[in-house]
């Protein structure tokens, strides 16, 4: 790899560090009575309100539908995710500098799978607590589930729930698209062997100059 | 079938335009004011639009203070003052009782006249409103945070707090006088000795200092009635305005024996000479009696009783106190806001006479007497006279400006608002108010710095300007724009209780201030209980303490039992929502005094003494959520000496 790619990849990690700082993924809440709406922040290790009293509010109205209370410091992941995060950091500032390609493609597959698996994981939760809801729960809706969309929005009886990544989600997957587009021109590079460098071939790709 | 239905529908549209010709003509003959479609627009605030002004208005003799939106005329809230108001609990709960202690003893009520918007550099600030009780003297400070009455300060040496309260340019004071001048100190003496007897205060209340607002000297004066007020701004900061009326000193059938003189004055009180003059230890500490009450951070009132006030004669401080002639009973003494121009509302007068401070320093420095009464110079009215409004109406009352060199009087007798020109004297335009207007109001128009853009004429007689409601019927208020050379009235509208005076202020200067809610880790009542967990019954002897929480959509504890006849019952009940606008409500089967309104994060106490045997419910008074219907207990009482132990809980 030439040294702007693994600058390229080492810029990639470090700017993970921003997802210990950055919210993940947001989930907002609108209804009639809450114009200006409820809103939850996951984070690398919590689950936060947008307000300071979101989260208990949100809390307070899921109890209507039974709906478990969604504490942070019962869900397990939020635990792991920090040391993950870390792991997945230090394997791309290694890749960087050991600068071996089979370590980049190594690396891309582990981030695809982090990702493929928290989503996963997300997706179990939100399961979870729009499903298994507390039969003694005073609004009982046959057929009603209150799981939130994994992206998008969707109606839950008055609330329209929006489930975005937050500004830490976007910059995850900047990294991870940077990441693979390095990976990309690499592969090609060594498909072609004749050592030219990416910003080359990005050039010829564009149809610039070819040097 | 289809050319029945045809024929419907055009006996329909005919119908519909029969109607609405019906309807046309109808409001052309009902007489509304023209044009009215083209001003509706200007009072119409869209649904989820916000007033471009709060106005906060007198309740008069509801003791309390009115908050409406203007332009469109909405109430927006009642601000509890100076009466109990069961609705919320305040004057009832336990925390807001001590709020009406006097050295009367509890208070209830009272008669508020005079809101007054706090002021920097002589513009509103938005910090704070005061409010005079005119019946037992107080004067309170309402805050914006939470838009509640924070602190009452009784005032000693007086009777009828009319001319209150009226506020210094950078807030130093609030000067509050006496309408009814009393035997001072009180004792026990013949009416009919009043004259040289009986005297007023004029009292100098420190309001830059909340919780720590205090008398912080009186000026006596002769026994005549004090009854407006206002201070002077600009070149004329450092003194304060006030009228009377009484010169005569009747005490009997006033409305004759008050009304002889051809003159009564405006007394001019230079409240920086006082203050030099107290530093230098002149006059006395008169003993005394008077309450000051006062919520802190904690949001529970405490009553501190004051024994000593400070009292100054006019021979006590050369220069204190002057007179300035002013014709026939003068009602409101308004300066215009550079501060030169003092006008007077002679309710019986001919004439708006306006003195000119400048004037009044020149004719002191002089020493251009008529003559002297009781040590306080008075002026040649000549001499202090800036210019005379002719023929401006019949009963002039009151003046407010509107920054840009006109004045605008109310007019009881013949019923309108006047405008007229700073200067030249000339009356420039007239409108006619339904009817009688007392005081009028311009958003800032007592200020240095008036917002304009309307007047409000505050109306004593309504009549026929609503759907009747029998006898008693709402005042009327109507909001007259000012913005151009014609004033155009706008909208009418009734208010509550009788709106004396009102203060306006451009709704940014207030409305950022706001809190939604009470942080509930920052509730330093003794009596909270911050969880659910923590909720429980204590007996102490015949006093049993219930502390309760509440959350959608329920009490805990919601089932008590062990309460016993004899028992006095205080619910502490904490509203543990942290949300805005969940306010939970508690009322109890035969509670003598009231219910509560918990604001989120707040406590409140209720005293309950039960009088029967059995088993009574409570329940939320304020519809909280989908299942606030849902939101009850009941508490058990058995009889005096039963067996059944103190148990509690919810959900069990």
Known sequence: MNKRNRTVIAVAAIALTLLYFLPLWSIRLEAPQYPEGLGMRIWVNTITGVGPNDLQNINGLNHYIGMKTIEPESIPELAIMPWALGFLMILGLATAMAGRRWMLYGWLGLLIAAAIVGLADFYLWEYDYGHNLD????????????????????????????????????????????????????????????????????????????? | MNQRLKTLQRIGLVTVAIGAVIVLSCQTQGGGPPGAQD????????PGSYDD???????????????????????????????QFPENGWGYS???????????GFVPWDDSHHPELSQTGGAHDGRWLFINANNTPRVARVFFKDTATTE????????????????????????????????????????????????????????????????????????????????????????????????EEAHSLLEVTASQNDKDFIAAVNWQRAEGCVAEGAGEEMP?????????????????????????????CDGLVYFLPTPKSPHGVDVDPSGEFIAAGGKLATVIPVHSFSRMLEAIENEDYETVIDGIPVLRYEAVLAGEVMEPGLGPLHTEFDGNGFAYT??????EIVKWELGTWQVVDRIPAYYSTGHLMIPGGDTGQPWGRYVIALNKITKDRYLPTGPELAHAAQLIDISGDKMRLLLDFPTMGEPHYAQAIPADLVRDGQVQ???????????????????????QGRQVRVYMTTIRTHFTPDNIEGIQLGDTVYFHVTNLEQDWDVPHGFAVIGAHNAELLIMPGETRTLKWVPTKVGVFPFYCTDFCSALHQEMQGYVRVSPRGSNVPLSWGTGQ
């Not at chain 2, 002004?53 to 309390?64: C, D, I």
């Not at chain 2, 006062?294 to 006590?316: H, Q, T």
């Open chain 2, 152 to 247: 009452i300060l009784e005032i000693p040496n007086s009777a009828g707090n009319h001319a209150s309260p009226f506020i210094t340019e950078n807030s130093e004071y609030v000067v509050a006088s006496t309408r009814f001048s009393v035997p001072i100190p009180q004792r026990d003496m013949p009416i009919s000795e009043y004259r040289g007897n009986f005297q007023g205060t004029i009292s100098f209340i420190r309001a830059d200092q909340p919780g720590e607002m205090d008398v912080a000297f009186q000026v006596l004066v002769p026994g005549y009635d004090y009854d407006l007020s206002n201070a002077g701004r600009g070149p004329s900061h450092g003194w304060a305005f006030l009228t009377s009326y009484n010169s």
């Open chain 2, 94 to 104: 336990e925390e807001t009782l001590p709020m009406f202690m006097t050295s009367y």
């Open chain 2, 39 to 46: 001003v509706a627009s200007e009072v119409y605030v869209p």
């Open chain 2, 517 to 539: 809610f009470f942080s509930l880790e920052e509730n330093t009542n003794p009596a909270a209980t911050k969880t659910e967990a923590e909720a429980r019954v204590v007996r």
């Open chain 2, 288 to 316: 005394t009696e008077y309450y000051h009450n006062f919520r802190g951070e904690d949001r529970i009132a405490r009553s501190e009783v004051r024994n000593r006030v400070r009292v100054l004669r006019a021979e006590d």
């Open chain 1, 135 to 211: 039969p003694t729960a005073a609004i009982k809706i046959p057929g009603m589930a209150y799981q939130p969309p994994l992206v998008g929005s969707k109606m839950l009886l008055n609330f329209k729930a929006t489930s975005l990544p937050a500004l830490g989600g976007w910059i995850a997957l900047a990294a991870g698209a940077v990441i693979a587009g390095v990976a990309f021109l690499e592969l090609r590079a060594s498909r072609r062997n004749v050592g030219r460098d990416a910003g080359a071939v990005l050039r010829e790709a564009s149809g610039g100059d070819p040097t």
């Open chain 2, 410 to 415: 109310s007019m009881f007798i013949s019923s």
């Open chain 2, 53 to 83: 002004f709060y106005a906060f208005m007198s309740g008069g003799f509801s003791g309390q203070v009115t908050v409406h939106g203007l332009p469109s005329g909405r109430l927006l809230k009642i601000i509890p003052v100076f009466s």
